[in-house]
């Protein structure tokens, strides 16, 4: 079993930025992938950003450039968001995988105002 929370969420003005924590129950090297999902009303989640335990990234085309997933040498994995849209408002949900399981934190609102 995983526990993640996270945390960070707020409600900021366009244009601004957050920076979500994702904390882990044990190592996040011991994800094979760590990735942040959101979920606006009405719409489905959708991935945000993911890395391998190998550093790899990904990202959604609608957050290149503004949005940047990282790690520390413990147990938190973070997203920073810069430059934020009233569209990026959503919860947004940390999720891993190990052992071919996946997990999923309780999520964390962030609103966007314009």
């Known amino acids: 079993q995983v526990q993640l929370v996270e945390s960070g969420g707020d409600l900021v003005q366009a244009g601004g930025s957050l920076r979500l924590s994702c904390t882990a129950s044990?190592?996040?090297?011991?994800?094979?992938?760590i990735a942040w999902h959101r979920q606006a009303p009405g719409k489905q989640r959708e991935l945000v950003a993911s890395?391998?335990?190998?550093?790899?990234t990904q990202y959604a085309d609608s957050v290149k450039g503004r949005f940047t997933i990282s790690r520390d040498i413990r147990s938190t994995a973070y997203l920073q968001m810069d430059s934020l849209k009233p569209e990026d408002t959503a919860v947004y949900y940390c999720?891993?995988?190990?052992?071919?399981?996946?997990?999923w934190g309780q999520g964390t609102q962030v609103t966007v105002s314009s």
């Open positions: 999720n891993c995988f190990i052992g071919g399981v996946g997990y």
């Open positions: 044990r190592s996040i090297f011991s994800f094979k992938v």
């Open positions: 890395m391998t335990a190998g550093g790899a």
